[in-house]
Every structure is written in structure tokens, then in C-alpha cells.
């Protein structure tokens, strides 16, 4: 079974302590003749450190570690797809909506008089709607 690209392979799980002590966040340090070129492709003057000793080096975080928030950040990005479809079918289900001769009150529903008896909820939510596909993800 392949990963998709850019998926994080299976990890190995490791409990033993020389494992479990090692740093949790690392600094690959470059030490290359030209800070201005492509990182060497050979790894030639690099090591790594747990401090930044230079203004080229690249932080690393522990994938074991961070494993779960990667998994959740994949979770999250899924449903982020979700509900931005579903926004999408919400909008398209208000259709053309011209204030103020298409507006309109739903009386009361909130509990709130200003949402009941005087905001839009077509126009709140083409705002609401607009605002959120602008956004970046
Ligand atoms: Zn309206």
C-alpha cells in the first residue's frame, strides 16, 4: 500500500527510552559555502543540533510526536472541504436575493428581535457566506 503525496508514512512505534528522551524539536544545520543556493543535494555540511546555529538552518519537529495533529490537521482539512460544499449548495439554494425588494423577516425564531424582526437572513447569510469563501483556508 503506497501513502497519497505528501501523506506522512506509517511510523514505526518506538518506546524505548533512548527514544522517548530524544529532543523533540531539532535544528538541521547547513553549513554549505553559498547561503544563497539550493540545499545540497549530497548533504554535505549538514548536521543537526537541538539550537539554530546559523541563519540557513531548517527546524525539524519529531513526526512521532506530532503524528496525532498531523492526522488532525488531515481530519480538519477534510472537514473544512465539507462545509465549504456545503456553503456552496447553501448559497446556490438563496439564489439571487435583491435588498431590499427581496427582503424579508422570519419572525420569531431567536428570540432575538434585531434578528427576527429586522435583520435579512438571506442577506446575514450571503454576508456570513461571502466573508467565509473570501477567507483562506
Ligand atoms: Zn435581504
Known amino acids: 500500500m503506497t501513502n497519497p503525496p505528501g501523506a506522512m508514512p506509517p511510523l514505526p512505534e518506538r518506546n524505548r527510552l533512548m527514544t522517548l528522551t530524544a529532543p523533540r524539536t531539532i535544528w538541521l544545520n547547513v553549513f554549505t559555502g553559498d547561503p544563497d543556493g539550493e540545499f545540497p543535494a549530497?548533504?554535505?555540511?549538514?548536521?543537526?543540533?537541538?539550537?539554530?546555529?546559523?541563519?540557513?538552518?531548517?527546524?525539524?519537529?519529531?513526526?512521532?510526536?506530532?503524528?496525532?495533529?498531523?492526522?488532525r490537521v488531515a481530519e480538519l482539512q477534510a472537514g473544512n472541504r465539507r462545509m465549504r460544499a456545503a456553503l456552496l449548495e447553501a448559497r446556490r439554494a438563496i439564489g439571487d436575493h435583491h435588498a431590499p425588494n427581496d427582503c424579508y423577516a422570519t419572525g420569531p425564531m431567536t428570540g432575538n428581535p434585531i434578528r427576527d424582526l429586522v435583520e435579512c437572513p438571506a442577506c446575514s447569510a450571503i454576508a456570513m457566506f461571502d466573508a467565509a469563501i473570501a477567507a483562506k483556508d
Not at 554535505?44 to 498531523?70: M, S
Request: aromatic share 6%.
Open 42 to 71: 549530497d548533504h554535505e555540511g549538514i548536521t543537526w543540533c537541538e539550537d539554530e546555529a546559523g541563519d540557513v538552518d531548517v527546524p525539524y519537529v519529531r513526526a512521532d510526536i506530532n503524528a496525532q495533529l498531523i492526522a
